[in-house]
């Protein structure tokens, strides 16, 4: 099973800041994807990071917001920029591999954006 | 249209006994996968349990196990002697298609919440 570390585990920031969450992983993995819980809400796929080419993003979530990096096959960046309050959320990096047919997820990251 | 449908937001259990926590799906695909995932105040998503469409067999995992109901598209996860550490949020979730390349979707949720 993969290891992921994400980090931050939690923040509180400015409105009107960005704040980078780091998501490594133990093992290269094909397939990176990066999830929103809004309070008291379900996930929501943010996006999908593809390792050597742009992220894609689901409807509702835009590069400009949320950009994505994916340099390698263990590792992934995503950016909450400008943030607002309703940007508070837990966002939560999950990884998956075609051998494996569970979703490993990381820790979380629960921002507050003040 | 909800993929996954979670009509319980909370449930109550007695320490031992057991529960289940209702879970249906929606989908055209032949080949799809279902998931339980416990998520306690700390925020993380822990694996419960997997079952694949073509699985047989309920899968089991110690005290979890999936009643999967095809024919009615119910993937219920069912906690034997509950225990007071399994307070939490409780999400199902379908994964289409037969490899790890397609994303997550998941219900509502249910919390669980189990009393001395």
């Known amino acids: 099973s993969a290891v992921i570390s994400q980090k931050p585990s939690r923040d509180i920031c400015q409105r009107g800041t960005s704040l980078t969450i780091q998501c490594q992983v133990d093992?290269?993995?094909?397939?990176m994807f990066w999830y929103r819980q809004q309070p008291g809400q379900s996930l929501t796929l943010i996006a999908t990071?593809?390792?050597?080419?742009?992220?894609?993003?689901e409807s509702g979530f835009v590069i400009d917001k949320f950009p994505i990096s994916r340099p390698n096959l263990t590792f992934s960046t995503l950016t909450v920029s400008n943030m607002s309050p309703e940007d508070s959320s837990i966002y939560l990096c999950?990884?998956?591999?075609?051998?494996?047919?569970?979703?490993?997820f990381g820790q979380g990251t629960r921002l507050t954006v003040v | 249209a909800q993929k996954i449908t979670q009509t319980q937001p909370g449930m109550f259990v007695q320490e031992k006994e057991a529960v289940t926590l209702d879970c249906t799906y929606d989908?055209?695909?032949?080949?799809?996968?279902l998931f339980w995932y416990k998520q306690p105040s700390s925020g993380e998503m822990i694996f419960l349990i997997y079952?694949?469409?073509?699985?047989?067999q309920n899968a089991t995992e110690g005290r979890y196990s999936l009643n999967f109901q095809k024919a009615r598209k119910s993937a219920n996860l069912v906690i034997s002697a509950s225990q007071l550490g399994d307070s939490a949020m409780y999400f199902c979730?379908?994964?289409?298609?037969?490899?790890?390349?397609?994303?997550?979707?998941f219900g509502t949720g249910t919390r669980l919440l189990v009393s001395p």
């Open positions: 999950s990884v998956s591999d075609r051998v494996n047919t569970e979703a490993f």
């Open positions: 093992s290269q993995v094909t397939m």
């Open positions: 990071a593809n390792q050597g080419s742009e992220a894609t993003y």
């Open positions: 989908t055209s695909d032949q080949s799809y996968g």
């Open positions: 079952q694949g469409s073509y699985d047989e």
């Open positions: 979730a379908m994964r289409e298609g037969d490899t790890g390349f397609q994303k997550l979707v």
